[in-house]
């Protein structure tokens, strides 16, 4: 639905949550790459370690194993079938830096035609030479390239906000405030070299485990991710994306945003007609239009 990188990330976020709380113990999480398709490597990559570097301590926290799956998205497949498979060649190369536990193989037909058994063979071969040529050549410090690790530090403040702001909605009392919020926006490394003893435990990490942990709502439970709250998070559009459509008009700011690809990114351009900056810009208009769902001392009846 061309959202932002930043939704993307979110997305994942909160799905490997809501995986925990359902009680499942293995969690297939499907990192999709290509999508938007002018979307570069370098930033797709960024994007999913972003997104599993925030889930992955729950593995550490709980009975609870994420499974790697990554797959090409289908609309970045040419029609033409001789370009159709270099991209396919040219995805599961990328894809290896997550080192996926499944391979989802797309067929490099399918913009073209529907997969005929030959084609499903015939991609299947082009992945495991992708695979072999991975293997067999000297492999880059690709997380450390400054593009890199940069983007990614970027997507996983902005998703974290987001995450911050859906609790919120479902009534969070914990730790993580608006005060505090950047302190935790840190690696579990970073955080321990801190002069102040009291902020050496204030990173992604503790965060995450602050914002899942039910005795921080009223309710004694995880409130955050129950129907009720993500229904009016997509109300009031703090979830949304470009292409979802939108019948029901309680849910028309789901809808409202533009995104555009900047140097490679799919980034936040407009949300309700007006430029935004980030992440962070948009999630504030949204606060600050729905100020009683993000502030229990703010009434909805106040002048």
Not at 83 to 88: F, G, I, R, V
Not at 181 to 188: A, E, G, L, R
Not at 252 to 269: F, H, P, Q, Y
Request: glycine share 4%; charged share 30%.
């Amino acid at each position: 639905r061309r959202c932002s990188d930043d939704m993307y990330v979110t997305d994942h976020i909160l799905c490997g949550i809501v995986a925990l709380k359902m009680g499942l113990k293995n969690y297939v999480m499907q990192l999709m790459f290509d999508l938007p398709p002018e979307i570069d490597p370098l930033n797709d990559l960024a994007k999913m370690k972003a997104a599993f570097e925030i889930i992955e301590p729950l593995t550490r926290h709980f009975d609870y194993n994420i499974i790697k799956e990554t797959r090409g998205g289908l609309t970045s497949f040419p029609p033409n079938l001789d370009e159709a498979k270099s991209h396919l060649a040219m995805t599961t190369y990328w894809q290896m830096f997550m080192e996926p536990d499944i391979v989802h193989v797309v067929s490099y037909c399918e913009a073209h035609h529907d997969a005929k058994p030959e084609d499903i063979v015939a991609s299947c071969d082009i992945t495991k030479q992708s695979f072999r040529e991975y293997d067999r050549a000297p492999l880059p410090d690709i997380w450390n390239i400054p593009k890199v690790a940069s983007r990614k530090e970027e997507l996983k403040k902005g998703a974290m906000y987001n995450i911050f702001h859906l609790a919120l909605m479902g009534g969070y009392e914990g730790k993580v405030t608006f005060e505090n919020f950047s302190k935790y926006t840190v690696s579990k490394e970073v955080s321990a070299k801190r002069e102040k003893t009291e902020e050496q435990e204030m990173n992604y990490e503790t965060m995450l485990l602050d914002l899942i942990d039910g005795k921080n709502y009223p309710s004694g439970e995880c409130n955050m991710i129950s129907a009720d709250n993500l229904d009016l998070a997509l109300q009031v559009g703090l979830f949304q994306a470009p292409q979802v459509t939108v019948i029901d008009k309680r849910y028309e700011l789901t809808g409202m945003c533009r995104t555009k690809i900047v140097d490679g990114c799919c980034r936040i351009d407009t949300f309700c007609g007006k430029e935004v900056k980030d992440e962070f810009e948009r999630v504030d208009i949204v606060r600050n239009k729905f100020p009683w769902y993000f502030d229990k001392n703010i009434s909805q009846s106040d002048d």
